[in-house]
């Protein structure tokens, strides 16, 4: 049986925070509305591969830690000044953290 190449997202594998961050595209934040910060829920669509969760991802705190760590080095002084410009980071801390709650079953029957 042959192995379905798109049955893991890129984000979904087992890579390091480290790893994740250095390969994360700075201008995917972009995307994110002026008022990301509001309270309140996001709802994020697109279609499957989209980059939706590793959007999310990046909020999670193994990446912003190493976004932060290593502000002063590319690539992560991209996505240190986009996190900054939107809020989400911080100098002593990060100002915004997010955990996925949960994923929904698209091979379900609807």
């Known amino acids: 049986m042959a192995r379905n190449a798109f049955a893991l ?3 979904e594998q087992s890579s390091p925070d480290e790893e994740f961050t250095q390969n994360f595209a700075a201008d995917a934040l972009q995307v994110l509305p002026d008022d990301v910060l509001r309270p309140g829920a996001l709802v994020l669509r697109s279609a499957p591969g989209g980059g939706k969760t590793s959007l999310l991802r990046m909020f999670t705190p193994g990446p ?4 932060i760590r290593h502000r002063s080095r590319t690539p992560f002084d991209d ?3 986009q996190l900054e ?5 911080a100098i002593p801390r990060s100002a915004l953290l997010s955990t996925p709650i949960s994923r929904p079953d698209y091979s379900a029957p609807c």
Not at 64 to 67: G, K, P, R, V
Not at 85 to 89: K, R
Request: hydrophobic content about 60%.
């Open 9 to 11: 997202r890129t984000s």
């Open 79 to 81: 996505i240190f000044a």
């Open 85 to 89: 410009e939107i809020g989400a980071v």
């Open 64 to 67: 912003l830690l190493q976004a």
